[in-house]
């Protein structure tokens, strides 16, 4: 193999172990998300997800926004939802020919760009505020004759899926979201179904006016509080940091997004 001028070169090129702390980051936030779009295989994905979304709208197909429904679009949030599924598909290796879980993800443009691109796509969604996201993502996976599974169901019950089937598994702005308990059951349940050697694609925020976990004095999950992220989901899930484990938090005090790769190694054990 030729030796790559940079580092992003051989994360495209999939080479899971060579991600070390010496390599720029892929555990890390949005903040640069304009110069990340500039590597060459995140723009190549972005672009062709943007196709997509044309393609789609032009077939009278819906796909959800940035805020999970089918009406509020505000581009300065789509934009950083591109990122979160440019970056995250992007460090993954998808040949289209994996089965993929992607967990809370119904009628979203990553569920149907990883089905576009060949994917046995399975999703869980409960579809909280009822706006037909499980039967949207239905229709639409009928009329483009892909091949997914949509499960409208609570993601805090256990999987219905063996262990060990899916080849990545992606849990996109879902997370904070939940109490801490029930992060804990649904990242064991991420971390029993996917493959060894398999990569868990996370992102999450933090967001300091949060209202559904107030009470509990929970504003959802950022690196600054890694032993939360510790507890809540790689303990639970059994599963290890892959790429730098060094998590910089370097987000304002009020909001923080990230992304966070976890990956099965035969070692792993659920805790
Ligand atoms: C903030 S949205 C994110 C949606 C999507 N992954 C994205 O990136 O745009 C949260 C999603 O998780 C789903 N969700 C939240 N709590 C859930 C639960 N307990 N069981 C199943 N789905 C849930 C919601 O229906 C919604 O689709």
């Known amino acids: 193999m030729k030796a790559c001028k940079g580092h992003f070169s051989k994360i495209s090129l999939f080479e899971p172990e060579m991600l070390t702390d ?8 949005w903040l640069q998300l304009e110069e990340d779009f500039k590597i060459k295989q995140v723009s190549r994905i972005a672009n062709e997800i943007e196709r997509l979304k044309e393609i789609l709208s032009r077939k009278g197909l819906k796909y959800s926004t940035w805020i999970g429904d089918f009406s509020t679009v505000d581009l ?11 970056w995250i598909i992007s460090n993954c290796k998808i040949t289209g020919k994996e089965s993929v879980l992607d967990v809370g993800g119904a009628s979203t443009i990553f569920s149907f760009y990883l089905a ?48 060990n089937y899916f080849d990545h598994v992606f849990c996109i702005s879902v997370l904070e979201h939940l109490p801490s308990s029930e992060r804990q059951k649904v990242s064991r349940e991420m971390g029993r179904v996917l ?57 304002p005090k009020e909001h923080f997004m990230g992304a966070l790769f976890l990956k099965k190694r035969a070692t792993n054990t659920i805790a």
């Open 116 to 163: 576009s691109k060949g994917c046995e796509v399975f999703v869980i969604d409960i579809d909280w505020f009822n706006y037909g996201l499980v039967s949207n993502a239905q229709y639409v996976n009928k009329k483009m004759g892909w091949n997914m599974r949509i499960f409208k169901r609570n993601i805090t019950l256990p999987f219905p899926f063996q262990n």
């Open 22 to 29: 010496n390599y720029p980051p892929i555990n890390k936030s």
């Open 76 to 86: 300065g949030a789509e934009r950083n939802k591109l990122w979160e599924n440019a």
């Open 195 to 251: 493959k060894i050697n398999g990569i868990l694609g996370l992102t999450f925020d933090y967001d300091e006016k949060r209202g559904q976990l107030e009470k509990s004095g929970d504003n959802g999950l950022r690196f600054s509080m890694f032993r939360k992220i510790k507890t809540d989901i790689i303990n639970p899930s059994g599963l290890s940091i892959y790429g730098n484990t060094k998590l910089t938090d370097d987000c």
